[in-house]
């Protein structure tokens, strides 16, 4: 999904998409989480690939990347499900993944 300020949504793994960025310019990610449960615990988070020459902000449900060098990346955004046990074990799984060919010119 492409909105004017360039977004990219994601909820599971699909195929890579490609973007095309100016240089500065904001590239964001929506990604789609379940509310955590309710008592805590159990909670979701982002985490974007990074690269040289770029920048990430990562938030659930959205993430804003800047790229400060012209180029190609190739970058992947996963959610990650977070679950702590009440005896001060966690356990992660990975919610969903998505991989992102941006192209970035000035």
């Known amino acids: 999904m492409i909105f004017l300020f360039l977004t990219?949504?994601?909820m599971g793994s699909y195929a890579e998409?490609?973007?095309?960025?100016?240089?500065?310019?904001?590239f964001r990610i929506h990604?789609?989480?379940?509310?955590?449960?309710?008592?805590?615990?159990?909670?979701?988070?982002v985490r974007i690939s990074p690269?040289?020459?770029m920048t990430?902000?990562?938030?659930?449900?959205?993430s804003t990347v800047i790229f400060s060098k012209t180029g190609t990346y190739r970058i992947t955004a996963t959610v990650m499900h977070m679950?702590?046990?009440?005896?001060g074990g966690m356990e992660t799984e990975v919610f969903s993944e998505k991989v992102f060919s941006i192209t970035v010119s000035e």
């Open 8 to 10: 990219a949504s994601f």
């Open 17 to 26: 998409e490609a973007f095309s960025v100016r240089l500065n310019e904001p």
């Open 31 to 45: 990604a789609d989480a379940p509310e955590p449960k309710t008592g805590g615990g159990d909670f979701y988070i």
């Open 51 to 53: 690269a040289d020459g």
């Open 56 to 62: 990430a902000k990562e938030s659930i449900p959205d």
């Open 83 to 87: 679950m702590k046990s009440s005896c």
